[in-house]
């Protein structure tokens, strides 16, 4: 497996962000000026409101990845294949949505029954396998495969899976074109094998799946039962280009096989594995953000405000800060527990130090989410019953989605922890030194995919060892401005320098050097 870096910059470089962006351009405009693009995904780039007077509103899907796909279709035919979400959504269906650029994608949304798509996402995707992929099933308990859990997955996940198919298929008949399709995630790992199965030869696309969670080793996958584990690698073997975030992923991935997908050839050498007469390239592809979209909404009044707003709370303390779904594979309560843990070995640091927390809400409705925030609330409030005093409230949590108050509060951390127990990439790790404006220090997880390319900047923590992680904090708040100046430059160097179109192109040249 490899990466291809663009070699030789240096952080000094200048034109570095310019001439990529020109290359990934350049790029993307000869790959697509044969080609039609099919991108499928649970969740569709746009969300629409409806007016007062009936109207519709759409609003662009926020984040790097929506932002990278969506400029592809500058380029070709582009069409986005998603579930629906809302009446709205089923109502509308179908159609072609202008961008602020000028150009076009073209949206569909399926709308599978409601106990379909309630086996194939609440039971099948999350917890079932969100869970297994990110180590977090309590096996003396967890999970209980019964009766429910088959049906969810025969009459939800498949049955999802094979409607994505059944229009993919039907889109790239009627585009007439060779097409490229890019499928995201792990709530489509049976799609390929549909389509495979489902069309000639001379018909069939390009495909490519890139999984965004990680892929953990063969022991793992024996918590499901022989026949799930087998029809997701089965369809994951039907995949041309199967993209990861590390290569660590990848490896395991071509593990899993070798372990549970008899006549399976594997070739760890070329990252390739041969199966039913088909070879499936295997890459790492570490995704990565919108550099310099962040730099421009950083830059925004509506950030700045946010901003001096948490300044005015935070004073002249220093600050830790933490930006998560609440989700416990990111670990908020033993990051918690660490802050503790530090205050009580250096107590020099209380009431010099704050620690807040910028908490999204998440998949309320499943319980093991809903527990999870009451544990994480309560532990913040023994930290601040123990050591709050009427001066100083060491933790403050703030909850609801708002992404311009997180990023001014990326600008003004001191230390920003990102302690996940499992993550494919972790986007807070990149985004932060981007914005932060002081030289702040990132305390970084080994167990996330941003390990793999940042770990010569950050202090990386074993996210279970708590201890650590309390050293690591102080380490971090009492670190000399030189260091942290250092370790800053390197960190902004390493992100911007493979940024979401460094992603993007990866994909496309993999796919050119293949010849497929
Ligand atoms: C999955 C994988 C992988 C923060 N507050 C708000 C908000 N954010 C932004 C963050 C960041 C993004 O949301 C979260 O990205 P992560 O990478 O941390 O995590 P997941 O959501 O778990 O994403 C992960 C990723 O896919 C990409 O492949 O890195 O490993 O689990 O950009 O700054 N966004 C909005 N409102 C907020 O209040 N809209």
Redesign the pocket.
């Known amino acids: 497996m490899r990466r291809s870096l663009a070699a030789g910059n240096t952080p000094q470089d200048p034109g570095l962000e310019e001439s990529l962006r020109q290359r990934c351009e350049a790029l993307q405009a000869d790959f697509f000026s044969n080609r039609a693009l099919i991108i499928a995904a649970n969740r569709g780039p746009v969300t629409f409101e409806t007016t007062e007077d009936d109207g519709l509103l759409f609003q662009r899907g926020?984040?790097?990845?929506v932002t990278a796909l969506i400029g592809l279709c500058r380029h070709t035919d582009a069409t986005w294949i998603a579930c629906a979400r809302t009446e709205v959504d089923t109502t509308w269906r179908a159609g072609s949505i202008a961008m602020a650029d000028g150009s076009e994608i073209r949206v569909q949304f399926l709308s599978p029954d409601e106990s379909a798509y309630e086996g194939y996402y609440n039971i099948i995707a999350n917890p079932l396998l969100w869970f297994l992929q990110h180590s977090m099933w309590d096996i003396p308990r967890a999970p209980v495969i019964d009766r429910a859990t088959w049906e969810a997955w025969e009459d939800g996940y498949v049955v999802v899976n094979r409607l994505f198919a059944e229009a993919i298929a039907a889109q790239v008949r009627a585009t007439h074109r060779p097409t490229l399709v890019m499928l995201q995630d792990y709530h489509l790992y049976l799609v390929a094998r549909f389509l495979r199965d489902g069309m000639r030869r001379r018909e069939r696309p390009t495909v490519l799946h890139f999984i965004?969670?990680p892929w953990p080793g063969p022991e793992y996958w024996r918590i499901l039962p022989p026949a799930m584990r087998q029809a997701i690698l089965d369809g994951l073997c039907a995949v041309d280009v199967l993209g990861f975030?590390t290569r660590e992923d990848g490896l395991d991935f071509i593990r899993t096989c070798q372990s549970h997908l008899p006549r399976a050839y594997v070739n760890y050498k070329k990252g390739r594995v041969w199966y039913r007469n088909h070879a499936t390239h295997v890459r790492d592809f570490p995704?990565s953000?919108d550099v310099e979209a962040l730099r421009h909404l950083a830059e925004s009044q509506e950030v700045a405000e946010y901003r001096s707003e948490i300044q005015d709370v935070v004073g002249d303390r220093q600050l830790i800060v933490r930006?998560?779904?609440i989700?416990p594979s990111k670990n908020i309560i033993r990051g918690f527990q660490a802050f503790e843990e530090m205050l009580e070995l250096h107590p020099e640091h209380c009431e010099q130090v704050m620690f807040l927390a910028?908490l999204?809400p998440s998949r309320m409705k499943v319980d093991e989410y809903q527990d999870y925030l009451d544990e994480l609330m309560a532990a913040a409030g023994r930290i601040n019953a123990r050591y709050g005093t009427s001066e100083w409230e060491p933790v403050r949590v703030l909850m609801?989605?708002?992404?311009p108050?997180?990023v001014g509060a990326l600008q003004l951390y001191d230390v920003l922890l990102v302690n996940a127990i499992a993550?494919?990439?972790?986007?807070?790790a990149k985004?932060g030194p981007i914005a932060n404006r002081r030289d702040g220090v990132l305390v970084l997880s080994e167990r996330?995919?941003a390990r793999e390319q940042l770990e010569s900047g950050a202090i990386v923590i074993s996210p279970c060892d708590v201890y650590a992680t309390a050293e690591a904090l102080h380490q971090a708040l009492v670190m000399p401005p030189e260091e942290r100046q250092e370790r800053s430059e390197r960190l902004r160097w390493l992100i911007q320098r493979e940024d979401i179109n460094a992603w993007l192109r990866c994909q496309l040249e993999t796919i050119a050097e293949l010849g497929l």
């Open positions: 926020g984040g790097g990845l965004h969670i975030q995704i953000i930006i998560d779904r989700e910028l999204v609801g989605e708002n992404y108050r997180a993550d494919g990439m972790n986007l807070v985004e996330t995919g």
